[in-house]
């Protein structure tokens, strides 16, 4: 960030005091290499991400956009309107930048029926609750019923994904972000409690790694689920389909559903399952076993294996893609993941005119497990008033390259 004029005049003026209590020889010693140093500090944290006008939802709320940047050239874009991730810009083994992650061009395209949900925060309560129904200290509640007979992502009109959050962009020690928040009036879609809740984006400069934190406090005890729901193409966006993408999952263990995805409550192994993935495997060797059941090929949550300490977030996935090089490593605080492999993604058009198409994209949602509010051995969602909810959930990029010790070039190339 460039000096006011007035910044450099009671620069000047502060220099004249300092060597009339100080000395000249002082200053030149002492003083203007500390004055140096912070200027330069200053400078390099100044770098706070910019609010772009992104257009307006139908009901004319402004909705904002911010470009993070890192010191490597990855550049997350994340917008207000859902706190969604937009773009995501990753080098491949040869420092090519490409988007890997699915969204529109503009609001109405995240306001249309072709919006599976991609890249936004999904809640309160993520994933299903089924029927709607759950019961709290003593009161039945219900909510809408938008994914026949159940309950999904918190609902219809003003669920997480649909509400504009306010932004403050951020810019410290850790990197550049943008912390996103919204006060969910208490009833809203339903869920009782008002609920504050913050999602915090955050590049750090020198790492290809984007954090995505999560806050949230109530002043009822309400159930909440937070996930982001990224559509993942190693090979870019609206590349065909992720079947040769590699994926290794740290579970052991998944839930396994009815046949309305609603989880019958077992913990069960996933050995001699296809969704066996403790060591890597082709997501396109085994989805054909699942083709005719509810969910049309992956749409599981796996249980995450115990982490090994406590003070790091757990291992969830790897995905790697072998055209690009490409590889994501996902780690979080959370107990499980839900594995979609876009089944029900049908064509709709996406940024820059692609081509959304049948599994050409995935998610790996960290998250708690599907249904928990009426699940009683499931890990509690329940927030009580007076708790913070926190979690964490960091996507870090490499490539094959970078694992060959050959790393990738400091300035990528831009993508075509
Ligand atoms: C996923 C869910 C899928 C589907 C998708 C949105 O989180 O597991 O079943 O509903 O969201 O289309």
């Given at each position: 960030m460039r000096a006011h004029a007035s910044d450099r005049l009671s620069e000047a003026s502060t220099y004249n005091l300092v060597v009339l209590l100080v000395g000249a020889n002082m200053v030149k010693v002492v003083v203007l290499p500390i004055l140096f140093a912070t200027l330069l500090f200053s400078t390099a944290l100044g770098e706070k991400p910019k609010a772009e006008a992104f257009g307006k939802t139908a009901a004319g709320k402004a909705v904002s956009l911010f470009t993070l940047k890192n010191d490597n050239g990855m550049v997350a874009k994340v917008m207000t309107r859902g706190a969604t991730l937009v773009e995501l810009h990753v080098p491949d083994r040869d420092g090519q930048l490409a988007d890997v992650v699915f969204g529109f061009d503009d609001v109405a395209g995240y306001e249309?029926?072709?919006?599976?949900?991609?890249g936004c925060t999904a809640g309160r309560v993520a994933n299903r609750i089924a029927r709607g129904k759950f019961t709290l200290d003593g009161k039945e509640y219900s909510l809408a019923i938008n994914n026949e007979p159940n309950h999904l992502h918190?609902?219809?009109?003003?669920?997480l994904d649909k509400v504009v959050w306010d932004a403050k962009p951020l810019d410290n020690k850790y990197g550049r972000g943008v912390r996103f928040s919204y006060t969910s009036p208490d009833?809203?879609?339903?869920?009782p409690g008002t609920l504050t809740v913050t999602v915090t984006y955050i590049l750090p400069k020198k790492r290809n790694v984007l954090d995505i934190r999560y806050t949230a406090s109530t002043d009822k005890a309400t159930p909440i689920n937070l996930t982001n729901h990224a559509y993942f193409?190693?090979?870019?966006?609206?590349?065909?389909?992720?079947?040769e993408h590699v994926l290794r999952l740290n579970a052991d263990k998944y839930t396994p559903v009815d046949d309305t995805l609603i989880p019958t409550g077992e913990i069960a192994s996933?050995?001699?399952?296809?969704?066996?993935?403790r060591k890597p495997r082709k997501?396109?060797?085994?989805i054909e076993q699942l083709?005719?059941?509810?969910?049309?090929g992956y749409d599981h949550n796996f249980v995450l294996n115990?982490?090994?300490?406590?003070d790091k977030p757990n291992l969830a996935a790897i995905l790697f893609d072998k055209s690009s090089g490409r590889r994501l490593r996902i780690s979080t605080t959370e107990p499980g993941i839900q594995f979609y492999s876009?089944?029900?993604?049908?064509g709709a058009k996406g940024k820059d005119g692609k081509v959304y198409a049948h599994q050409s994209g995935l998610c790996l949602e960290t998250q708690h497990f599907p249904d928990s509010i009426n699940?009683?051995?499931?890990p509690n969602t329940v927030l009580q008033p007076g708790e913070e909810f926190t979690s964490l959930t960091r996507l870090s990029f490499s490539t094959d390259a970078d694992a060959a010790?050959?790393?990738?070039?400091a300035s990528p190339k831009k993508a075509k």
């Open positions: 249309s029926a072709d919006n599976a949900y991609f918190g609902g219809v009109e003003r669920s009833g809203e879609e339903g869920y193409n190693l090979s870019g966006h609206g590349s065909e389909t992720i079947h996933v050995e001699g399952t296809p969704l066996d993935f997501i396109g060797a085994r083709a005719k059941t509810a969910a049309l115990e982490p090994e300490s406590d876009g089944n029900f993604l049908a699940q009683p051995k499931f010790g050959k790393k990738s070039p």
